[in-house]
């Protein structure tokens, strides 16, 4: 199985298998074979049931930014039901509970006045400051604080930064905020806010999101049902381990010792999984640079309770430092319900804990990181949960990539290698290092299937795709 059309993929999330796809849709007898780590494919926009409720894995819904290409690939996925919903979360600020997406009327009722007056006035200042919507070269602090205001940056993204990357705002490239702060421009959060107003917002489509019906899982599941139906090849768990050349074509090796030879190699895996596969494969400063870029892992507490729900809010954000965690969803209020009938009358919370792969919180067990959560709830004004049943954890090796300053040139080292070798390809959230939504990975891993369509691999075309993925901003 080594035609030189043939492709592997490495990583079956979202990207992956959209790539899969799209290369089967645009010739049916292509051989495409998907190599995934773990037991179920999805990555980190799959899911799970339990306890007969549905679970993502953190706070997961598709932004209304989803348009085009992305939209009609989701919806024509056959078996997969999208529902419109309205957002309803929350976020403590200032040690209150306020409605988020901001709500002008809510936010000067709720918040303490002064910080209320001081972020509308750093808002007003901010319209009569430089028109520019770019963000400024230099730190993530720097980049809030002119585009946000001193209030909004110290009181909400520069601790929210600290607690999702591990790293103090400013060793964070502002790359971070063009990527991720849609309100880092002068005024911007001012607009935001207002779109809250009650007639405004009901008009204002960055006010509801798309859902699966069946959670997260069900995209998961009709993403590979898909991929198998058009004829390709999924095998889960198997981590690839090594990649090299054979003669014109590439061979992966999973850890049982399974290998595929393919003309095409397309990697949505972690670059530091690459750094450490491509030994045979690629010179030692690239696999030395694609070392350096570090991502955040993420432990979720799921805790099971078995009356509810326990508020009506789909997700609560927890920006300061006085909650460890960084935000909890109730997954039935993002309209599924219960999976099945032992989940009625029940509902579940996912906490999402940012930290270090092997460190104290990584390797903390689901009792401790329980009562750390009673611990922190006991200040905020959130009531400890009753009725608790079963809690258990999950964990993300590669939740978010860390853009620490000058992080860009060994990303650009590895692009340029990588741009070299027409039979390689690196695409999806962890293959681009992207922090990304799951529609704009499916876009790359789309973006990355046409370039493949023809008999060779079209770099030219995929170097301007990769300048419009740089675009990408993420919304939250
Ligand atoms: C907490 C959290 C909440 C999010 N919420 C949203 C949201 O609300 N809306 C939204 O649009 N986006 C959201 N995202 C982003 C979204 O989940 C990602 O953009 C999307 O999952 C990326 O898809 P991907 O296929 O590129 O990468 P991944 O989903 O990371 O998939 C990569 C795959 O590669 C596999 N892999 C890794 N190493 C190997 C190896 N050596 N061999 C084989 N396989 C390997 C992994 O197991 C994984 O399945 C969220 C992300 C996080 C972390």
Redesign the pocket.
């Known amino acids: 199985m080594s035609g030189s059309d043939s492709v592997v993929i ?7 298998l959209a790539c899969g796809i799209e290369l089967l849709r645009s010739d049916a007898d292509r051989e495409v074979t998907v ?4 037991p179920s ?6 899911g799970f049931s339990r306890g007969g409720l549905d679970y993502d ?7 209304p930014s989803v348009e085009g290409r992305v939209l009609a690939f989701l919806t024509g996925l056959p078996g997969l039901e999208l529902r419109r919903k309205r957002r309803n979360g929350r976020i403590l600020l200032g040690g209150r509970l306020v409605r988020f997406p901001p709500s002008p009327v809510d936010a000067l009722v709720k918040l303490p006045p002064g910080l209320s007056m001081r972020i509308l006035g750093d808002q007003i200042g901010g319209l009569f400051r430089s028109g520019s919507t770019s963000v400024a070269p230099g730190s993530f602090s720097e980049a809030v604080e002119s585009g946000t205001g001193r209030t909004m940056a110290h009181a909400f993204y520069i601790p929210y930064t600290k607690k999702l990357w591990g790293l103090p705002a400013d060793e964070i490239s502002s790359f971070q905020a063009a990527r991720r702060v849609s309100s880092a421009r002068p005024g911007g959060l001012l607009t935001k806010v207002l779109g809250g107003l009650p007639l405004v917002s009901r008009f204002d489509p960055s006010r509801f999101f798309s859902y699966p019906a069946g959670g997260f899982g069900a995209l998961a599941e009709a993403l590979a049902r898909e991929f198998r139906r058009l004829g390709g090849t999924l095998r889960t768990d ?4 090594s990649v090299s050349y054979e003669g014109a074509s590439m061979k992966a090796t ?1 850890s049982d010792g399974f290998s595929r030879t393919a003309g095409r190699l397309v990697w ?3 670059l530091d ?1 690459l750094a450490s ?1 491509f030994t045979a494969a690629a010179p030692a400063e690239v696999l030395a640079a694609a070392g350096r870029l570090s991502y955040r892992s ?1 432990v979720l507490l799921y805790v099971q309770i078995e009356s509810g729900p326990y508020t009506r809010f789909d997700a609560h954000y927890f920006p300061d430092g006085s909650i460890r965690f960084s935000r909890m969803s109730e997954p039935r209020n993002y309209l599924c319900g219960p999976a099945t009938d032992a989940g009625r009358g029940r509902t579940g919370l996912c906490l ?1 804990l940012p930290c270090d792969m092997g460190g104290d919180d990584w390797k903390a067990g689901p009792e401790v990181l329980y009562e750390r959560l009673l611990e922190d709830l006991r200040g905020s004004p959130l009531p400890p949960p009753e009725a608790v049943g079963d809690i258990w954890v999950r964990r ?1 090796t ?3 990539p860390v853009y620490r300053m000058g992080f860009e040139q060994d990303l650009r080292t590895v692009s340029e290698w990588s741009l070299s070798d027409p039979r390689l390809v690196l695409t ?4 681009l290092f992207a922090h ?6 499916i876009e ?2 789309l973006a990355a299937a046409d370039c493949l369509a023809g008999p060779g691999f079209d770099t030219d075309s995929w170097r301007k795709r990769l300048e419009g993925f740089r675009l990408h901003r993420v ?1 939250d």
């Open positions: 490495v990583g079956g999330g979202p990207a992956g190599l995934e780590r773990e494919p999805g990555g980190i926009a799959g894995y953190g706070s997961h819904r598709i932004h198997s981590e690839v381990v999973t949505s895996a972690p999984a596969s993420m999402e993300l590669h939740a978010y999806g959230r962890q293959g990304d939504n799951l529609h704009h990975a790359t891993g919304s």
